[in-house]
Nanobody
């Protein structure tokens, strides 16, 4: 079955950096677009970044220039490098992909930006 496992979250100070990982299994990874979403308390889940199977990337306006999404097809892993973090980046970060018309989500990893 499809599994997505996020890691790398934690507490970071404003202006700091964090790198998240999403390890996938149960899919032909190189053929899938992979996305990162985040959800802050009381807010809806929002799209942060997407990396297409061909390597093209899309970012939410709020993270452009600060976040970088990348993928390693050999390791079946997608990364989210987050720099210049702001308190507004706090939330649970989820990995997402679609397979045969179904959405798959990881369990999420908490990122807290606070001094």
């Amino acid at each position: 079955q499809v599994q997505l496992v996020e890691s790398g979250g934690g507490l970071v100070q404003p202006g700091g950096s964090q790198r998240l990982s999403c390890a996938a299994s149960g899919i032909i990874f190189s053929t899938k677009d992979i996305a990162w979403y985040r959800q802050a308390p009381g807010n809806e889940r929002e799209l942060v970044a997407v990396i297409a199977r061909g390597g093209g990337t899309t970012y939410a306006d709020s993270v452009k220039g600060r976040f970088t999404i990348s993928r390693d097809n050999a390791k079946k892993t997608v990364f989210l490098q987050m720099d210049s973090l702001e308190p507004e980046d706090t939330g649970v970060y989820y990995c997402n992909t679609k397979s045969y018309g179904l959405d798959y989500w990881g369990q999420g990893t908490q990122v807290t930006v606070s001094s």
